[in-house]
């Protein structure tokens, strides 16, 4: 077997490694996709689960921790959000003036 031979044999060999890797990475991408897939319908569930636990639809003991767990988690949620709401002070209609939209005519004279 020439010095060519022996070039043509590595390189065969070269490609069918490189093909084995590509495999076997596209089949793990493909795995990493569908357990995404998976997670994403176990977090659709779970919402429409408590919708329904919320509502009193379904009622299961099993679910009433987690089911409890939310609303609480909900409810710290909303109270943050109103804390952080810029306090606004409400101006008697009769001291409020009207603002014209940017870009507006101004009425003049």
Do not use: C, W
């Not at 089949?27 to 509502?55: C, H, M, N, P, W």
Request: hydrophobic share 40%; proline share 6%; no cysteine.
């Amino acid at each position: 077997m020439g010095l060519l031979d022996k070039a043509k044999q590595a390189a065969e060999q070269a490609k069918q490694a490189a093909e084995q890797v590509a495999d076997r990475a596209n089949d793990k991408v493909a795995d990493v996709q569908t357990q995404r897939e998976l997670t994403k319908a176990y977090g659709e569930l779970g919402e429409k689960a408590f919708g329904l636990a919320d509502s009193g639809a379904i009622s299961h003991p099993e679910l009433e921790p987690e089911v409890a767990r939310i609303r609480e988690l909900k409810s710290k949620l909303e109270d943050e959000a109103a804390a952080a709401a810029p306090a606004t002070s409400e101006v008697p209609a009769e001291e409020a003036v009207e603002q014209p939209l940017s870009g507006a005519d101004l009425p003049t004279g």
